[in-house]
């Protein structure tokens, strides 16, 4: 067995974590924040990807090696040191784990199934080769050795595990060659799978975005694609210059995703990636853990219930995204321990009148925000802002009507943001029941909080704007600071 499923038995995804640099006592930490007796890992104003284009944020990457494999009871390990499972935060004895999925014992190595790693040579029939060879077995890793192997578009079936070995680059082809709009990676209806590794996936969007700034109809391909499945892991790998989102995980349930770098920018001259979201979640249960996102749209979404993002940083992107669609509800979400540097938004949820639905019980905590525009960001009306709060009148409450409740953010700071914040709510459906405990806010402006009620600030919570009111209110009930009328 290659991964254990249940709860009960996650000693290897100790290793697993430690492998992929998911500890902050004994490995190294992103944008080159050492941990005690990890190695540091520091840019110099980013790393270098294909053709020039930068792929770091901040000048900062990640360390981290393959993901433990456990076959006839050995494990083995290349790259990332392995630090203490005791102090892991993103390790076995955190509570959010979620089962892992259950991996079949063969190994069925691409270039055995005619895969040449040459970056010139189609290599989608010998790929799918051996991903039917595994399916046929009844499930298996299948491994992508060192080389750039092109290809278009795989399934990934049940039982099975795609492993990109450190040093291998699974290139999509370019768009004039690929088949369709099919995400690259793709599985549905499926159980146990896993795409790890210390490799890279290179998406090639540049031609993508390009014909999209053109025509906005046009319809892209993500780089991962899993719906509708149960006990998923994505770890190790990194992922660049996608045509659009990276990893979309919809309907699932039981999803890991850890020590992940997500690296897609804008080059100087070309035109920017556009609906480039690093991850996607619409899913039952999902461990998020020391990942490292810059890419060209929202750096997370989050949607569904149970839901546990931690130690991990996001660079350029929109934030940590919910909706625009919460038709379906969004619940028991926990984000902790977050950096972000120069997103457009930091704590963000969005949605309007004809797509919301509930959105409860969210727990923002120990979140730092460094040049974030707007550190947190909660309106029902998107995408456009109303210019005046008292316009608008309230409206019959349907079934899409978003609902914003029972929120708790504590112990934030933000520096360098442009203005302090902005909760809209509507007239009738306000934002209810929100608390900054310990939230201090440094800005240009402060914040406006329109639609509201039981807002509090508590246990020193400041805004503190370099000119005007602190906090703007119309239409709402806050505590614990002076505010001032609309």
């Not at 270039?111 to 790929?127: E, M, P």
């Not at 890279?200 to 053109?214: L, M």
């Not at 934002?431 to 639609?451: E, P, R, W, Y």
Request: include cysteine.
């Amino acid at each position: 067995m290659l991964i254990p499923s249940h709860r009960t038995s996650h000693a290897l995804l100790g290793f697993v974590l430690a492998a992929t640099g998911c500890t902050r006592s004994g490995d190294a930490l992103l944008n080159g924040v050492p941990g005690s007796g990890g190695a540091t890992t520091q840019g110099s104003g980013g790393a270098t990807g294909k053709g020039g284009q930068t792929i770091a944020s901040g000048g900062a990457t990640s360390t981290r090696g393959a993901s433990g494999v456990s076959t006839g009871g050995t494990t083995h390990a290349s790259g990332g040191a392995a630090g203490s499972t005791s102090t892991d935060p993103c390790g076995p004895s955190n509570p959010a784990v979620v089962p892992l999925p259950t991996i079949g014992p063969g190994m069925f190595d691409v270039t055995s199934y005619g895969a040449v790693g040459d970056g010139k040579t189609d290599n989608t029939a010998a790929i799918k080769a051996a991903l039917a060879a595994a399916t046929t077995a009844g499930g298996g890793t299948v491994v992508v050795p060192a080389g750039t192997f092109l290809c278009g578009p795989i399934v990934l079936s049940s039982g099975t595990r795609l492993e990109l070995s450190s040093g291998a680059v699974l290139e999509m082809l370019p768009m004039a060659s690929y088949l369709g709009t099919t995400a690259f990676i793709t599985a549905n209806n499926a159980h146990d799978i896993a795409l790890t590794g210390a490799g890279t996936i290179e998406g090639q969007g540049q031609a993508w975005w390009t014909a999209f700034a053109s025509d906005s109809t046009l319809a892209r391909p993500q780089e991962v694609s899993f719906s509708n499945s149960t006990r998923v892991l994505v770890s190790g790998i990194r992922m660049q210059n996608s045509p659009e989102e990276h990893i979309w995980v919809k309907g699932d349930t039981d999803v890991t995703i850890t020590g992940i770098a997500i690296s897609t920018l804008a080059v100087a001259g070309q035109q920017p990636p556009k609906n480039t979201d690093g991850v996607d979640i619409g899913a039952s249960g999902v461990f998020f853990c020391n990942n490292n996102i810059a890419c060209g749209d929202d750096n997370l979404v989050m949607s569904g219930t149970n839901i546990y993002v931690a130690y991990s940083t996001f660079g350029v992107g929109h934030g940590c995204s919910i909706g625009s669609i919460t038709s379906k509800g969004v619940s028991n979400v926990t984000v902790d321990h977050i950096t972000m540097n120069g997103t457009t938004s930091g704590i963000r949820m969005k949605s309007a009148r004809d797509r919301g639905g509930l959105v409860e019980n969210l727990t923002y905590s120990n979140m730092t925000l460094v040049n974030v525009e707007t550190p947190v960001f909660i309106t029902s009306y998107y995408p456009t802002l109303p210019t005046d709060p008292t316009a608008d009148t309230a409206q019959a409450i349907t079934v899409t009507t978003p609902i914003w409740k029972n929120i708790t953010i504590k112990n934030v700071t933000a520096t360098g943001s442009t203005n302090g914040g902005v909760l809209w709510g509507l007239p009738e459906e306000k934002i209810s029941g929100l608390s900054f405990d310990n939230v201090q806010i440094q800005a240009t402006t402060g914040m406006k909080i329109f639609h509201a009620t039981d807002i509090s600030l508590v246990n020193g919570s400041t805004v503190t704007p370099k000119s005007g009111a602190a906090v703007t209110v119309y239409d709402a009930v806050v505590t614990g600071i002076t505010t001032t009328a609309y």
